[in-house]
């Protein structure tokens, strides 16, 4: 796909200084000082602390707040009966980045300041979403308030558990939260949904572009693998006749390593591993270990699903060891709305940038909200593509560049 190009000019609109100095605070809540990462986490202190700030900066900005039964906060500008909502997320992996969500949100925010203190007449009305736990953290769980919003979070996955037993539910009541019946958080009102983040990749790095229009959402699929074996001492066991889970587990995860080098679009990638006993004069009993796979074709993703769970027992089966899985999470991959598409593209043009489609590998709330809504997403330039990491960073100059084009883009939609 490609788009047109011109060379028309517009002038900044936001407030640049007050954006960064916003971006700046809200970083600094669960910051480690040790690494500069960010441990924001749902349904914890500092997560409430920044829920806390972000509803302050949308009361500056002129909108009503609330909050719905699953802790998506809701920033309302204008009372018009259409819907056009800008969103994000406010959480954070373990020891992330400044930007990643957070930048989605506080942009909006600015954007709707900025049509508020100019008194711009507007036909439609704005909301602005700091979504429910889009990192899935806590729970190894996911996007949840997107989820909810787009009629797809089903109490059996509220009963999903943390490390301490918890569960979604559990963690929600104790925040004064009321997710049922999850029918009430449901929206079907939502004219367009648009989102801004960072790419967390390096395609417009190399492209040396400061935006990019993407064009769809590669979805992930989260499974939870464990191979079980027998626990023996690790003196008195010969090599010949043990049952050791870690390197069964071992060479199972080089097998989805080698099952997708052969692959284009495809990605699949172990992140979680839990050894037990974890002894050191112990052989392994029991492992588990996450995998997540991805694609923009929910049809590769299955056949992918069958093709590395057929792989693994046939490892256990040599190794003399079970394997049994789970799903974790599934979400469907999503399409953005070619009318979005283009009135990004023709935003960017009046910055004289060369309008790019793209590719999302990594998952977003867009991708749910696609069930319920039109969207379109821009993503900004990550330096060396690095993302989920203290390491994270977007110039403030492609900041400024692709919040005035959101601004011009919602404005154009909201006329």
């Not at 417009?204 to 229009?213: D, F, H, T």
């Not at 997403?377 to 060396?384: E, H, I, N, Q, Y």
Request: aromatic share 6%.
């Amino acid at each position: 796909m490609s788009f047109p190009i011109s060379n028309e000019r517009v002038s900044i609109m936001i407030n640049v200084n007050r954006l960064l100095q916003r971006l700046h605070d809200l970083s600094q809540i669960g910051r480690n000082k040790v690494t500069g990462g960010i441990n924001r986490f749902s349904f914890t202190s500092e997560e409430q602390e920044a829920i806390e700030l972000v509803t302050s900066y949308m009361k500056e900005a002129g909108m009503t707040v609330n909050v719905d039964g699953v802790g998506n906060i809701i920033g309302t500008y204008g009372e018009e009966s259409e819907t056009i909502m800008l969103g994000s997320h406010i959480d954070t992996v373990p020891d992330g980045g400044k930007y990643d969500g957070a930048l989605g949100v506080l942009a909006a925010i600015e954007i709707v300041q900025t049509i508020y203190e100019q008194q711009l007449p507007l036909s439609k009305k704005i909301e602005v979403v700091a979504f429910k736990d889009e990192e899935g953290t806590r729970f190894g769980f996911g996007l949840i308030g997107s989820r909810a919003m787009a009629g797809l979070l089903t109490y059996e996955e509220l009963q999903k558990r943390d490390a301490s037993d918890i569960s979604i539910q559990e963690a929600m009541k104790q925040f004064k939260l009321s997710p049922l019946p999850l029918e009430k958080v449901k929206r079907n009102d939502i004219q367009a949904y648009l989102e801004m983040h960072i790419e967390q990749g390096k395609v417009l790095e190399n492209e040396e572009l400061p935006v990019g229009v993407v064009v769809g959402i590669a979805a992930p699929l989260w499974l939870e693998v464990t191979v079980t074996g027998v626990s023996e001492h690790a003196g008195a066991t010969p090599m010949s006749i043990r049952q050791d889970a870690l390197t069964a587990s071992s060479e199972m995860i080089l097998a989805i390593e080698q099952m997708l080098n052969g692959t284009t679009d495809s990605v699949a990638t172990v992140g979680k591993l839990n050894v037990e006993p974890n002894g050191v004069n112990v052989i392994p009993g029991r492992v588990t270990f996450t995998v997540d796979i991805r694609d923009i074709e929910e049809q590769k993703i299955n056949a992918l699903e069958n093709s590395i769970l057929e792989q693994l027992q046939k490892v256990a089966e040599r190794r003399n060891v079970t394997v049994t899985s789970k799903v974790l999470q599934r979400v469907k991959p999503a399409k953005t709305a070619p009318l979005l598409q283009q009135q990004l593209a023709s935003s960017i043009e009046k910055y004289g940038v060369q309008p790019y489609p793209l590719i999302s590998g990594a998952g977003h709330d867009a991708m749910n909200i696609a069930n319920v809504a039109p969207i379109g997403m821009l993503f900004v330039r990550s330096k060396g593509g690095i993302s989920h990491n203290p390491l994270e960073y977007s110039s403030d100059e492609d900041i400024v560049i692709a919040t005035n084009i959101f601004y011009d883009t919602l404005v154009e939609l909201a006329k």
